[in-house]
């Protein structure tokens, strides 16, 4: 698992809402700029069709064969190991931030 070095500035820190719902976390900004270009690069989808609350249901690029392969390009670009059974719930970026941050990449 990847820990980043430096702790996240305030300033750069955006609140979103977590895949169940519950609360507002916040998650630094830099995290979901990696996780953009993840995406984006992955999928091959314009910048501006990613936001925080993107899910499979939104891209269509984000099918079967679109989510093992962002899957793969997380555990690549995040320096992490997904289980398979993770991947179903990995289906929104919130969830996938959220993942992350209880993983320790905050």
């Not at 916040?26 to 899910?55: G, W």
């Amino acid at each position: 698992m990847c820990r980043l070095a430096t702790q996240a500035d305030p300033a750069t820190v955006t609140p979103i809402l977590p895949h169940n719902d519950q609360a507002y976390q916040t998650i630094p900004m830099s995290i979901f700029k990696q996780l953009h270009e993840v995406i984006t690069t992955t999928l091959k989808v314009q910048p501006e069709k990613v936001t925080e609350s993107t899910t499979n249901e939104n891209l269509a690029a984000w099918d079967s064969l679109g989510h093992v392969n962002l899957m793969i390009a997380l555990e690549q670009t995040f320096d992490i190991f997904l289980d398979v059974e993770d991947f179903p719930t990995l289906t929104s970026v919130p969830a996938i931030l959220k993942y992350l941050q209880d993983h320790g990449i905050n």
